[in-house]
């Protein structure tokens, strides 16, 4: 399995600072027919379903705020908040999806606002 | 608008069977795979495995394979989630998502149910 590892485990943060989460993966999940990266970023707010922010790694959702945004390639990637604004609290997961057979996600990285 | 709607909390005893649902709306069902994914008490998103309701070709994870069953039933749109024998520890929510597809691969999960809470307790 590829193994995806999220640092910090929790961060916080000022309001209109940056915000910085970073996943490395165990191997590379460079997809050779479109040569982009397989990981997506989504947040996660309490009670509510996930909502999917990036796609290859890089990729913005349609209505995902522009303050987000994500970079990386090969085995290390990140995602950065330019602004810190209350409703980006939640926590944040990386996944995999190079994979069929075993899709994978980071263990999580929990934002507040410090 | 796309989504899909998934059936209600569940409370169940050890041993019990449970099968849970997933409706998709708003797009063409079986264009798309449904995963499900396991969030357990304080901890992070799990994926259990996948399904292609238009032929129910179906993916799971090692971890989860032989321990649940996903199912479809493509004439009405839904995918389901299934135990024979629940376990206190299956207590959970647990999200289907859409996955979109190509060349038979599934890829990262663009629209996410509510969830289903399901406790299981003596």
């Known amino acids: 399995d590829i193994v995806l590892t999220q640092s910090p485990d929790s961060l916080a943060v000022s309001l209109g600072e940056r915000a910085t989460i970073n996943c490395r993966s165990s191997?590379?999940?460079?997809?050779?027919?479109?040569?982009?990266?397989?990981l997506a970023w989504y947040q996660h707010k309490p009670g509510q379903p996930p909502t999917l922010l990036i796609t290859?790694?890089?990729s913005r959702e349609t209505g995902v705020p522009d303050r987000f945004s994500a970079s990386g390639s090969a085995t290390d990637f990140t995602l950065t908040i330019s602004s810190l604004q209350p409703e980006d609290v939640a926590v944040y997961y990386c996944?995999?999806?190079?994979?069929?057979?075993?899709?994978?996600f980071g263990q999580g990285t929990r934002l507040e606002i410090k | 608008e796309v989504h899909l709607v998934q059936s209600g909390a569940e409370m169940k005893k050890p041993g019990e069977s449970l099968k849970i649902s997933c409706r998709g709306a708003?797009?063409?069902?079986?264009?798309?795979?449904i995963a499900w994914v396991r969030q357990m008490p304080g901890k992070g998103l799990e994926w259990m495995g996948s399904?292609?309701?238009?032929?129910?070709?179906?993916k799971y994870s090692p971890s989860f394979q032989g321990q649940v069953s996903i199912s479809a039933d493509k004439s009405k749109s839904t995918a389901f989630l299934q135990w024979s024998s629940l376990k206190a520890s299956d207590s959970a929510i647990y999200f289907c998502?859409?996955?979109?597809?190509?060349?038979?691969?599934?890829?990262?999960?663009?629209?996410w149910g509510k969830g289903t809470t399901v406790t299981v307790s003596s």
């Open positions: 191997q590379t999940i460079l997809y050779d027919v479109n040569n982009k990266n397989s």
């Open positions: 290859w790694a890089s």
């Open positions: 399904i292609y309701p238009a032929d129910s070709q179906t």
């Open positions: 708003g797009y063409t069902f079986t264009n798309y795979w």
């Open positions: 996944q995999q999806y190079h994979t069929p057979s075993s899709l994978t």
């Open positions: 998502a859409r996955q979109p597809s190509q060349y038979g691969r599934f890829y990262y999960m663009d629209v």
